[in-house]
């Protein structure tokens, strides 16, 4: 049988009319629910047409194969531009063969129809094997529909092959189901609070909601051996996720129609669109973007706690770890708690009535690092609106918060007590920030969930067996009160919930009435104040040459105490590493480092000159002992290099630069390249020369790559060290072994002269398709002459775009600038670049100053136009 062509132009008209009409309803009544409901309708009659003409002209024919919807399709939730998932079912071996020429041509007609079909093939007995490395097949057969064909062959999987199979493999398929959720949790950092999430995959979102319910399903098809009836969950449950459901059903829908396709990724700019046009909130006030995805975080927050419960719950579904100690995880326990199963349940169910009990039962769990039972949050829940009439207050709070923080996990208590509601009821200061999406393309996490991993990454420096967090682990043990810290770290963000405000300052208001409230002593008080109010300062210093002792005496002044010191190095370790998983490279790691290490040094100085060595010293003896014969020769090579010189790079580095300038004799141009953990490490030795940093870069950028540091250095000598850091935006190094010859051949042959840069520029530029601005960054620069004895400081904020490095360092040079240290810092799409500046071999002068400023504007503002 063949479909005939008038069939075909029926379908796609057909498929193309009721598609637009769907849309248009959608766009009229933000109804998700009734969308997927006719899409699928729509899809079904397409499927059924196609059959009578192509397979069989009789529905329920031919005997023996049948047309199985399964997967999303077998739900009934066939999104806009979903995959359409298919299983064509026989009855025995050699029915496909029977069966392939007709089963092609259908799905060939469905392909034509530029449908995104997903078909698979299965005789009835293998869908009743289950296999471990594939669940996937069998936990889509739950959602299995009929759909066209042999009726009793379908009734024969559905009725009694599928219960029978999930009855006999219900602990395996649970694991499955556990194992690859955790991993897709770990994969998102196990938190809903994304500022960019994706409706599907993100914890709290449309997956989870179906791993609820076939954890639950595959449950009670294992105890039963039968379909259910009706949900096993408990009532208040079932109506959170029924809402968080037609939430999420809208919201996909509104992406595929705004796509154009299947993308789930809430991007900023679709939260703005779905706030203004109400998606899944239609009886709500007008709606900013923050707003909305407060609503958005409400309901996957919801989905997500329900998923944990389950996981936690059927002992199937442990991992490996948790089975490994359940009888450790099952010991702890008091009069007023008893732990089942790594579960935490209250000996009395009135006893929440006290708030103390309340504060001693999230204490309880952040020292044991238990989670609640499904029955104690419910009892939680139920004593929230008493607790709310008159929240404890005062130091017997600040008594139990601060036993709270300072256990080791009192991250996951926090995130239970935020989930629950509780912990803006006790800390009401909190509230502005609560679910808060703060648009800068640097931070990953909302502004609450920032703050808890923060206090989050403190905690598990003991576990870590990274060697820079082995250090700041033995810091967090020296503090007195490392109580402080954690408040700190809880409130030093709060004020990015005042909007148009200088968030420190607001954060510094906030924080202080939260200590009022919590009767903190003076002392304590002005050590949490002074945190906050610093907490960008350490931040700030690492784009000044941390290794100049002006720039750490002013910084160690400012800290006033080695014990304030050491507690705002790790606030800021902590800051930054809560910023994405990224955000603190090794290199930053030991800059903080650093910076900490001068400024106790300079604090102590008067007390132990050597608290914590002296670096310059030791990389003297070090290089001695790995040239003792050519002591001369480092010494003339090392005279004139700033101390950061020594400081930056290692005795190693060191031999090895001059190593490299020993061959100018040879090749005027040294050039190393060297691949790292994260990015390329490009070193340049060669004699001073005009423009060199500039052209440099320039190459740089030519060939497509991404500068995110640098350090440039000469000597008394003449001899320039340039080292830069860069990522490979293209692969083009990675995939190609034999350009890194031709990428350094093309370094040389620029800076002598046989290689014509601006063509290589304009030849880039033209090829490059330019990225959308997702944050606009405010162009900022600014000089400084106080923080240098010897240069100006130039400190050049603005938009990364390609070729900003190499424009900026350009301009300085057409302007006789030398430039003495170059450090450079990326965040997001905020370039941070910082330059020591000479000219003549003294600082700028106030009119040079200003024609460089307005030199730059007018550069930044031609990149900006893309010229």
């Known amino acids: 049988m063949t479909a005939t062509s008038s069939l075909i132009g029926e379908l796609r008209s057909t498929l193309s009319e009721e598609s637009a009409q769907i849309a248009g309803e959608f766009a009229s009544t933000g109804d998700g629910r009734n969308a997927v409901s006719q899409r699928t309708r729509l899809i079904d009659e397409i499927l059924k047409r196609l059959w009578r003409d192509l397979v069989s002209s009789d529905e329920a024919g031919p005997h023996g194969i049948t047309l199985v919807a399964t997967g999303g399709f077998g739900r009934g939730w066939l999104f806009p531009y979903s995959d359409i998932d298919l299983l064509f079912l026989y009855a025995e071996r050699g029915g496909e063969e029977k069966h392939k020429q007709a089963t092609q041509r259908f799905s060939q007609e469905l392909w034509d129809l530029k449908l995104k079909l997903s078909p698979a093939s299965r005789i009835l007995s293998e869908c009743d094997r289950f296999d471990p490395t594939n669940p996937e097949f069998t936990i889509s057969l739950l959602d299995c529909r009929y759909l066209v064909g042999d009726r009793e062959l379908f009734a024969r999987l559905h009725d009694k092959l599928i ?14 189901v556990a194992e690859v959720t955790r991993e897709r949790h770990a994969k998102f950092g196990q938190t809903v609070f994304h500022l960019e999430p994706n409706l599907k995959e993100t914890p709290g979102g449309l997956r989870d909601y179906n791993v609820a319910a076939w954890l639950t399903l595959i ?24 809402a ?13 129609f705004r796509h154009g396709r299947d993308d789930n990724s809430l991007s900023w700019e679709a939260q703005d669109e779905a706030a203004a046009r109400k998606i899944g909130a239609s009886d709500s006030a007008d709606l900013t973007a923050a707003d909305w995805m407060r609503i958005y975080f409400g309901h996957a927050r919801a989905v997500q706690r329900t998923v944990i419960q389950l996981l936690e719950e059927l002992p199937e579904a442990w991992s490996s770890l948790r089975r490994q100690f359940q009888g450790w995880k099952s010991r702890p326990s008091s009069p007023d708690f008893s732990v089942v199963d790594g579960l935490i349940f209250l000996q009395q169910s009135s006893s929440l009535q006290d708030p103390e009990m309340l504060l001693r039962l999230f204490h309880f769990m952040a020292h044991h690092g238990l989670k609640l039972s499904a029955t104690t949050e419910h009892r939680i829940e139920q004593a929230l609106p008493a607790l709310a009439v008159t929240p404890p207050r005062g130091a017997e709070l600040w008594l139990y918060l601060q036993e709270t923080l300072l256990q080791p996990h009192a991250a996951e208590a926090l995130r239970a007590m935020h989930s629950l509601r509780l912990l803006t009821l006790l800390l009401p200061e909190l509230k502005p920030i ?11 996490f909302t502004v609450d969930e920032h703050s808890i991993l923060a206090i989050e990454s403190l905690h598990r420096l003991n576990q870590s067996q990274s060697e820079w967090d082995k250090r700041y682990a033995e810091l967090l043990a020296e503090l007195e009160d490392p109580e402080l810290l954690y408040l700190a770290l809880l409130l030093h963000d709060t004020g990015k919930g005042v909007p148009g405000s200088n968030h420190v300052e607001a954060s510094l208001e906030i924080a202080g009435r939260c200590l009022d409230r919590l009767d903190v002593e003076p002392g304590e008080r002005a050590a949490v104040l002074f945190l906050i109010g610093n907490h960008l ?59 900490y290490i001068g400024a106790a040094n300079y604090l102590n100085r008067s007390a132990d000159h050597r608290v914590h060595g002296e670096a310059y010293d030791e990389k003297w003896t070090r290089l001695r002992s790995l040239a003792p014969v050519t002591g001369a ?18 005795a190693e580095e060191v031999m090895r630069h001059m190593s490299m300038a020993e061959e100018f004799g040879h090749d005027p141009v040294q050039v190393d390249l060297d691949r790292g953990r994260h990015w390329y490490e490009l070193t340049l030795v060669t004699k001073d020369r005009p423009s060199l940093f500039a052209t440099l870069t320039g190459v740089l950028a030519a060939w497509g790559m991404n500068i995110v540091k640098a350090n440039a250095f000469s000597n008394q000598a003449g001899t320039v060290v340039d080292t830069i850091y860069f990522t490979d935006r293209f692969r083009t190094l990675e995939l190609n072994l034999s350009e890194w010859e031709r990428f350094k051949q093309s370094i040389t042959g620029v800076l002598a002269g046989a290689a014509d840069l601006d063509r290589m520029l304009r030849d880039r530029h033209r090829s490059e398709k330019h990225a959308r601005v997702k944050v606009v960054v405010e162009t900022r620069i600014d000089f400084d002459d106080e923080c240098s004895s010897t240069s100006t400081l130039l400190q050049v904020i603005a938009q990364d775009r390609p070729r900003l490095l190499h424009r900026i360092s350009s301009c300085l040079s057409q302007h006789s600038c030398n430039i ?42 031609t990149l900006e136009l893309g010229q």
């Open 537 to 595: 300062e350490m931040s700030a210093q690492l784009r000044r040459d941390i290794f100049d002792p002006e720039t750490v005496a002013v910084f160690a002044e400012k800290m006033g105490t080695p014990e304030r010191l050491k507690m705002l190095c790790l606030l800021t370790y902590a800051d930054i590493k809560a910023v994405n998983p990224e955000a603190l490279t090794p290199w930053k790691a030991e800059n903080v480092w650093q910076l």
């Open 163 to 176: 219960p029978k199979l999930v009855m006999r493999e219900s602990k395996s398929l649970l694991q499955g």
């Open 820 to 861: 003495v240290i170059a450090l450079i810092d990326t965040e997001g799409q905020m370039a941070i670049d910082t330059f020591y500046l000479t000219s003549g071999g003294k600082k700028l002068t106030a009119e040079l100053q200003k024609k460089v400023q307005k030199a730059l504007v007018d550069e930044l503002k």
């Open 219 to 242: 449950s009670t098809l294992g105890k039963l051996g039968d379909w259910p009836v009706g949900s096993s969950l408990r009532a208040p449950v079932r109506r959170q996720l029924d």
């Open 633 to 650: 020769k480092l010494k003339e090579f090392v005279e004139g290099f700033p101390q950061r010189y020594l400081h930056v790079h290692s």
């Open 434 to 444: 609560d679910s808060l999406v703060v648009r800068d393309f640097y931070h990953r």
């Open 244 to 256: 968080a459901l037609e939430f999420l059903m809208a919201t996909r829908c509104f992406l595929h």
